[in-house]
C-alpha cells in the first residue's frame, strides 16, 4: 500500500509558476513509476507527465513539454512537478500517482493516486 499526498497548488497569474509535490509513505518509493494527472471540470482526467523508477526517463504530454518538468528524490520518498509558463488551460485539480508496473499515460494503469490538488491560473 503506497499513500500520496500533494501539495503545493493554488491561485497563480498567467506566465507564473508553481511547484507541485507529492510525499509517498507506505511502501518502497523507489519501486515505483511516478506520475501527475490532471482533470479539469467536465473533463476527462489526463496524463500530464511521468517518471520511472531510477528518475532517468520522464515522459511528458505534449500540451506541457517545455515548460513543466518532473523530477524524484527516492531518498526523501518525494516526487515534483515544476510547472512554469501557466496557462489558462492548465487550471485542473493535479493528481499523482503511482504505477508499479512499467511507464504508462493512461490513468487505469496507476495503482495508487493521491487526493488532489487545485491549480487555478488566472488570464
Known amino acids: 500500500q503506497v499513500q500520496l499526498v500533494e501539495s503545493g497548488g493554488g491561485l497563480v497569474q498567467a506566465g507564473g509558476s508553481l511547484r507541485l509535490s507529492c510525499a509517498a509513505s507506505?511502501?518502497?518509493?523507489?519501486?515505483?513509476?511516478m506520475g501527475w494527472f490532471r482533470q479539469a471540470p467536465g473533463k476527462e482526467r489526463e496524463f500530464v507527465a511521468a517518471?520511472?523508477?531510477?528518475?532517468?526517463?520522464?515522459y511528458y504530454a505534449d500540451s506541457v513539454k517545455g515548460r513543466f518538468t518532473i523530477s524524484r528524490d527516492n531518498a526523501k520518498n518525494t516526487v515534483v512537478l515544476q510547472m512554469n509558463s501557466l496557462k489558462p488551460e492548465d487550471t485542473a485539480v493535479y493528481y499523482c500517482?503511482?504505477?508499479?508496473?512499467?511507464?504508462?499515460?493512461?490513468?487505469?494503469?496507476?495503482?495508487?493516486w493521491g487526493q488532489g490538488t487545485q491549480v487555478t491560473v488566472s488570464s
Open positions: 507506505g511502501h518502497t518509493f523507489s519501486s515505483y513509476v
Open positions: 500517482a503511482a504505477d508499479g508496473d512499467a511507464y504508462s499515460y493512461r490513468s487505469q494503469e496507476y495503482d495508487y
Open positions: 517518471i520511472s523508477r531510477s528518475g532517468s526517463s520522464t
